[in-house]
């Protein structure tokens, strides 16, 4: 008996993987200007490093209940410690700490330049060549991002560039992790998966933090205790859970530029949450981002 999918079938999978790139991107996006609000009450990396520790626990419990295995063969440590390393600890730290530097708008931009980067290592590495519509895409949403940058007289100034090395690094980082996950996937059902890497990956950016500077909790306002309940909650959770899930249905490249949308509700949700700039070049610059995402859903 055949075991292919029966035509019907395919665009049910295709849809259901847009559907969790799209509560990805939702969830990433509100977290910029939270995480920008919780690190003026926390220092950045037990910020950044406590919400994820509890997070992980949530989705072990979580697996549990499920019924999934929660034990990871000794064949897949390998790939989930590399998978961990470029996808939750490199990307925890290097954004932690360039929000430091630069507004949590400007650094969701710089950060999901990554698109761009995985798409032009996922066609040497994984042999996804770039469709007319994907490059166009590409193009559409890497433009937007150059003109958020511009916007508002954005410049990477002698001040920033600390800012502006670690977001890049971060985009560059988790464009590797995500070819990483398409060469190699984990062999693991996906509340496992990101319960150990979320775990694992926060662990030494929470003790290297603690080591340094110790969150004064008595000081934590009500408002910052609702941040972090938010990280825990719907950054690592739900926004994980969904983004294992989609790079499981879908093209790397296109999951990553479909991620494109997180930068834009980054600047919005900053402009209202923190009064930054929002004026007619960052309106044009996300229509254009939002233009491209579209073409890359629809490739």
Request: aromatic residues 10%; proline residues 7%.
């Amino acid at each position: 008996m055949s075991t292919t999918p029966p035509a019907a079938a395919r665009p049910r999978v295709a849809t259901t993987g847009l559907v969790l790139l799209a509560v990805t991107s939702l969830a990433w996006g509100l977290s910029w200007p939270v995480s920008k609000y919780v690190i003026s009450e926390w220092p950045p990396l037990p910020a950044r490093g406590a919400p994820g520790l509890l997070g992980s626990l949530l989705l072990f419990f979580y697996a549990w209940a499920r019924g999934d295995a929660l034990r990871v063969p000794a064949a897949v440590w390998p790939r989930l410690l590399v998978s961990t390393f470029f996808n939750v600890t490199l990307w925890m730290v290097v954004m932690g700490l360039a929000l430091l530097w630069m507004p949590a708008g400007e650094t969701a931009v710089i950060g999901y330049s990554m698109p761009v980067w995985t798409a032009l290592l996922a066609w040497p590495l994984l042999g996804e060549r770039p469709t007319v519509k994907r490059t166009l895409a590409l193009v559409l949403g890497f433009g937007g991002i150059v003109a958020l940058m511009g916007a508002d007289g954005f410049a990477a100034s002698t001040a920033k560039l600390p800012g502006v090395a670690l977001a890049l690094t971060g985009a560059v980082g988790f464009a590797l992790g995500t070819i990483f996950l398409k060469r190699y996937p984990i062999a693991l059902p996906g509340a496992t998966s990101a319960a150990w890497q979320i775990g694992l990956g926060c662990i030494p950016v929470t003790a290297v933090g603690l080591a340094f500077s110790v969150p004064d909790i008595a000081a934590t306002t009500v408002t910052g205790w609702a941040g972090l309940a938010y990280l825990t909650l719907i950054q690592f959770c739900l926004a994980y859970l969904c983004w294992f899930a989609a790079l499981q249905r879908l093209p790397a490249s296109v999951a990553a530029i479909g991620t494109m949308a997180t930068p834009v509700i980054g600047v919005v949700a900053a402009a209202i949450v923190l009064h930054e700039p929002l004026g007619a070049s960052q309106i044009a610059a996300l229509v254009m981002v939002l233009s491209g995402v579209a073409l890359a859903t629809r490739s």
